[in-house]
């Protein structure tokens, strides 16, 4: 009963970061971390963190140029973010939503731990759901917004992996930019900004590149 009801929050947990002095904090600490293979988590358990950092490499994988999710220790900074900034609530509802996505892995993939899973495991998962066609997405995301309202059902599997992993992206995705290597090396960074010009090219002003801040 205790997991049927925290499954029912699961939609709280899809969303990007807001920033604040904690957030920036934790990226910043992250660039000193330890290891990925001596870090111990504080809100997943180590399988968890582990299929956490799989599935954040599939969506962000590293190239001869970029660090991907792993070398900008992504899972570091969203286990620290759930740990000491979102609610009771959401915190509970992500952990039962990680469970189910790491149960559901496992069984499809015939695999007993996550170190067992490789990332053709994880690609073939994030097809099923993040590649679905909008009319399996939208029943999905009308389930697990049923959820949240008194009395409404518990989400179906699919349901809650579907929102884990649209979580996890959007998570990862604000993780990465806002990280530091991609700020000042990847997006337009300029630390000491000027004057706000409007209506210009951004082709010649930032080469099509997002700004960093």
Known sequence: MQRRNALK?????????????TVVGLMQGCKAEVASS???????????????SKTLEVILPSSDEIPGA???????FI???????VTEKERNGFKAGVEEYL????????KNK????????????????LKADSKKQNAWDAEVRSA????????????????VLKSLRQRGISAFKGSEF??????????????????????????GKAWSL
């Open 9 to 21: 929050n699961i939609g709280l947990s899809v969303g990007g970061f807001t920033m604040s002095a």
């Open 38 to 52: 001596t870090w111990q988590p504080k809100f997943f358990s180590l399988d968890e963190s582990d299929i956490v």
């Open 70 to 76: 792993i070398e900008l220790n992504l899972t570091q």
């Open 79 to 85: 286990d620290g973010y759930i740990h000491e900034v």
């Open 103 to 110: 149960a559901t892995t496992l069984e499809v993939a015939g």
């Open 114 to 129: 996550s170190k067992d899973l490789s990332a053709a495991d994880i690609e073939e998962r994030l097809a099923f759901y």
């Open 148 to 163: 949240l309202r008194e009395n409404g059902a518990t989400p179906s599997r699919d349901a809650v992996n579907f929102s």
């Open 182 to 207: 991609i700020g000042e090396n990847v997006l337009a960074y300029d630390p000491i900004p000027g004057m706000q010009i409007g209506c210009v090219d951004l082709q010649e002003t930032t080469q």
